[in-house]
């Protein structure tokens, strides 16, 4: 699986160059399947959904030209035969993860049998925001909303560093560099703080950094 973290989606050239690369043919050529299960955490998350859907979320994901798309609910999935999905995933070029609740999405991906199944996908793993942060060992409590049965901050741990995204945007005053120097002294490995014009390609645990904008990596 190779892995696309964004924060704010395919937002400038750069990024969408690389999610080209890394899928090795057209968009118009490649199959997606979308998730938004982390939006439905939040105030208005049903409306968030319908906007990421038909991309109108302002950060494009399913709006890029697509063969095709589906849309995969996880919190459907530990109710229906595994016959019914798994296929399908492992057939598609691309997954879509939209943002949201991170610690949500994480038990989900868990509860559904999807985190199992990732680290022996080959396609190409498009995160955005919460999308990207759940591939994370753990978030910080800066980032701590709905809370999992069993407490924490853990999520999925399939990179070794975390995220911080949407660094000083405009609608987030709170995402300050200052606050991700305090986010990132308390994380026990590497942190990214970036903004929607930054993204990180993953590629067989190489790691790099694609952006038109500005990050900051926080060592431990």
């Not at 999610?19 to 118009?28: F, H, N, R, S, T």
């Not at 990214?192 to 900051?216: C, F, L, N, P, R």
Request: with cysteine; hydrophobic share 45%; net charge negative.
């Amino acid at each position: 699986m190779k892995l696309l973290l964004t924060a704010g989606g395919i937002s400038n050239n750069s990024i969408h160059d690389a999610l080209v690369d890394m899928l090795d043919k057209p968009i118009a050529e490649s199959s997606a399947l979308c998730i938004t299960t982390a939006s439905y955490a939040l105030r208005g998350g049903a409306g968030l959904a319908w906007q990421f859907f038909n991309g109108q979320a302002g950060a494009p994901m399913t709006e890029l030209g697509w063969k095709s798309m589906g849309v995969l609910e996880l919190t459907a999935l530990p109710s229906i035969d595994k016959e019914l999905w798994v296929p399908m995933v492992k057939e598609t070029d691309v997954l879509l993860v939209n943002g949201g609740d991170p610690l949500f999405l994480s038990y989900w991906m868990q509860q559904s049998g999807l985190a199992d199944l990732l680290p022996s996908l080959r396609l190409v793993y498009v995160g955005m925001s919460a999308g990207s942060m759940v591939m994370a060992p753990n978030i910080g409590e800066f980032f701590v909303g709905w809370t999992p049965p069993n407490g924490g901050d853990e999520t999925l741990g399939l990179v070794d560093f975390a995220m911080f995204p949407h660094l000083d945007h405009e609608m987030l005053p709170y995402n300050t560099m200052a606050n991700a120097e305090r986010w990132a002294a308390g994380m026990q490995g590497p942190a990214y703080a970036m903004d929607d014009q930054t993204a990180i390609k993953v590629i067989d645990g190489a790691v790099e950094v694609v952006s038109e904008g500005h990050w900051k990596l926080f060592t431990p």
